[in-house]
């Protein structure tokens, strides 16, 4: 008698685990092309730019959002042109003293915006914006 309830329970835990796993299988990825990102306002002055991030998808999103603030991680310049590296490309550990910027992320539910400001003296160095997202 022991043993017969001892084999449903295993059974009925197996069930169970395999339509966890079977349905964990079946979440489909976020669509990211409904999320976006504008840049609000610009002041050349202050070396400031708003920007605006809407989640236009129908789940919650997670933003790497390290440098959002300012100063960039990186600047690339070349003749008329200033990239703001807002996040690292590769994660790189640099020295002194041997660290990568930390993962840190903002949530954005689903329908939600968030803004902020980014500042970098560098700002001031810009005649035209052209903004190019990386996904």
Do not use: Q
């Given at each position: 008698?022991?043993?017969?309830?001892?084999?449903?329970?295993?059974?009925?835990?197996?069930?169970?685990?395999?339509?966890?796993?079977?349905?964990?299988?079946?979440?489909?990825?976020?669509?990211?092309?409904?999320?976006?990102?504008?840049?609000?306002?610009?002041?050349?002055?202050?070396?400031?730019?708003?920007?605006?991030?809407?989640?236009?998808?129908?789940?919650?999103?997670?933003?790497?959002?390290?440098?959002?603030?300012?100063?960039?991680?990186?600047?690339e310049r070349s003749p008329g042109r200033l990239i703001f590296d807002t996040s690292p490309i590769i994660r790189m550990a640099s020295c002194p003293p041997d660290r990568v910027a930390?993962?840190?992320?903002?949530?954005?539910?689903?329908?939600?915006?968030?803004?902020?400001?980014?500042?970098?003296?560098?700002?001031?160095?810009?005649?035209?914006?052209?903004?190019?997202?990386?996904?």
């Open positions: 008698m022991k043993g017969i309830k001892m084999k449903r329970i295993v059974c009925i835990c197996m069930v169970l685990l395999l339509a966890v796993a079977k349905g964990h299988g079946a979440i489909k990825p976020t669509d990211v092309s409904k999320v976006k990102f504008e840049i609000t306002r610009f002041s050349k002055r202050t070396g400031l730019l708003h920007w605006r991030i809407t989640n236009n998808s129908e789940d919650g999103v997670y933003i790497y959002n390290f440098f959002l603030l300012g100063g960039a991680y990186n600047i930390p993962l840190v992320l903002t949530f954005v539910r689903s329908g939600g915006v968030i803004e902020g400001d980014f500042v970098d003296p560098e700002v001031k160095k810009v005649i035209k914006i052209e903004i190019i997202v990386e996904k």
